[in-house]
């Protein structure tokens, strides 16, 4: 099984700033790579596939990059609605696709 | 616009049987080029893929092999609509269990889901 390894854990950023999200993969996942939001109480929210593909609707400061192993999501500009859980997901190894445990952005 | 509505208990006793089901608008359970999947999520799990089927000329079954012993995904094309049965759970299996769509496109992603349906296990 590929393991999915987010860091940090917990990012605390203000308003205005830019998030930086990493998560790493046990083994290459080429551009196998999804990121998803997920707010309180709600399901997750597709942003980014095929590791750096912006998903239908969703704003251009969200962007994703890397490829193989390592993988980065960037929030340009952070607004009020950004701050949620992150989870990044592999689908390489289909159909035993893996997640990794989120990062928490929260405010500052 | 797709959107998944799910229904089923929130709390099943050990040993018995979790039946979920997940109906859709906007697409079809039949459809060619789609999928349609059961996930949960859990303190201790995370998120966890669990089953999916999809219509490729026949029906395709596919499990999660930590549960496959245990599950059942059944697709109802009268109801354009389709279920989960997890047999013989245990306190482990509490958790917040979502329906979701893998879009046309031949890649293992999620685009559409449902409201998540919180099933506890406990006696």
């Known amino acids: 099984e590929i393991v999915m390894t987010q860091s940090p854990a917990t990012l605390s950023a203000s308003p205005g700033e830019r998030a930086t999200l990493s998560c790493r993969a046990s083994?290459?996942?080429?551009?196998?790579l999804v990121w998803y939001q997920q707010k309180p109480g709600q399901a997750p929210r597709l942003l980014i596939h095929a590791a750096s593909t912006r998903a239908t609707g969703i704003p251009a400061r969200f962007s994703g990059s890397g490829s193989g192993t390592e993988f980065t999501l960037t929030i340009s500009s952070l607004q009020s609605e950004d701050f949620a859980v992150y989870y990044c997901?592999?689908?390489?190894?289909?159909?035993?696709?893996?997640f990794g445990q989120g990062t928490r952005l929260e405010i500052k | 616009q797709v959107q998944l509505q799910q229904s089923g208990p929130g709390l099943v006793k050990p040993s018995q049987t979790l039946s979920l089901t997940c109906a859709i608008s906007g697409d079809s359970v039949s459809s060619n080029t789609a999928a349609w999947n059961w996930i949960r999520q859990s303190p201790l799990r995370g998120l966890e893929w669990l089953a999916r089927?999809?219509?490729?000329?026949?029906?395709?079954?596919d499990y999660a092999e930590s549960v496959k012993s245990r599950i059942t995904v059944n697709p109802d094309t009268s109801k354009n609509q389709f279920s989960l049965q997890l047999n013989s759970v245990t306190p482990e299996d509490t958790a917040v269990y979502y329906c979701?769509?893998?879009?046309?496109?031949?890649?293992?992603?999620?685009?559409?889901w449902g409201q998540g349906t919180l099933v506890t296990v406990s006696s």
């Open positions: 979701a769509r893998d879009p046309p496109g031949g890649s293992t992603i999620f685009d559409y």
């Open positions: 083994q290459s996942v080429s551009s196998n």
């Open positions: 997901q592999q689908y390489t190894t289909w159909p035993s696709i893996t």
């Open positions: 089927t999809y219509y490729r000329s026949r029906w395709y079954y």
